[in-house]
């Protein structure tokens, strides 16, 4: 009955290759987010969704795009993988992400390594 | 676009101190949060408020949105409190920030020593 989950929890995988992480939530949430964990354990944004719109931080390579098959799902695809997209990678949602006064629920984490 | 600071970075403490861990902000938020990571990587919400004071369990959070800054409090720590704790703000709505999560601060280590 977990809240949010990611799979898998980790990945390791060749510079170039395309993969994907998957994200689930159960909670009947609105509205979910991607964020990146990097080395120095700084968190980021990258991306937030809810069934309107999609928030892109700039920052963000196009060769990562997150995909949304329905509510309960927020999967992160990841094109032409590079040594610099090594990082833990956490998957939230939150009720409505739109007042932004939501507590957000995390996934537990992909780590993932590209050698 | 927000910055959030935190202080300390590092802290290692005795069991059994009390421990402070500040936060603040540069532009208006709609809520702050404190986040728990620990070794194992998990993340978890231990509080999110927009005004006054938050306390659960040995856990005491408050937020001064005037001066901009939060404060988070435990009491007669314990080596199991020992984790990073981030400090993250969600964007003021009325300032177009909508659903773009959050942004996080650089995160206190601490840790509790027997």
């Known amino acids: 009955d977990t809240a949010v989950s990611q799979t898998p929890k980790y990945l390791v995988t060749q510079m170039g290759n395309d993969k994907s992480i998957k994200c689930e939530q159960n909670?009947?949430?609105?509205?979910m987010y991607w964020y990146k964990q990097d080395s120095k354990k700084f968190l980021k944004i990258m991306f937030s969704?809810?069934?309107?719109?999609?928030?892109i931080n700039e920052t963000v390579p196009n060769r990562f795009s997150p995909k949304s098959p329905d509510k309960a799902h927020l999967n992160l695809h990841i094109n032409s993988l590079e040594l610099g997209d090594s990082a833990v990678y956490f998957c939230?949602?939150?009720?409505?992400?739109?007042?932004?006064?939501?507590?957000?629920?995390f996934g537990p984490g992909t780590r993932l390594t590209v050698l | 676009k927000n910055e959030v600071e935190q202080s300390p970075q590092n802290l290692t403490a005795q069991e059994g101190e009390f421990i402070t861990i500040n936060c603040s902000y540069s532009?208006?938020?709609?809520?702050l949060h404190w986040l728990q990571q620990h070794p194992g990587g998990g993340i978890v919400s231990l509080f999110m408020?927009?005004?006054g004071k938050k306390k659960h369990g040995r856990l005491i959070a408050t937020i001064n949105i005037q001066e901009k800054h939060s404060s988070l409090h435990i009491t007669a720590s314990h080596p199991r409190d020992s984790a990073v704790y981030i400090c993250?703000?969600?964007?003021?709505?009325?300032?177009?920030?909508?659903?773009?999560?959050?942004?996080f601060g650089k995160g206190t280590h601490l840790i509790i020593q027997p």
């Open positions: 993250a703000v969600s964007a003021d709505m009325y300032s177009g920030g909508g659903a773009d999560g959050l942004t």
């Open positions: 408020l927009s005004s």
């Open positions: 532009v208006g938020i709609s809520a």
């Open positions: 969704y809810n069934n309107k719109e999609l928030i």
């Open positions: 909670l009947g949430h609105d509205t």
């Open positions: 939230a949602s939150s009720q409505d992400g739109g007042s932004s006064y939501n507590e957000q629920f």
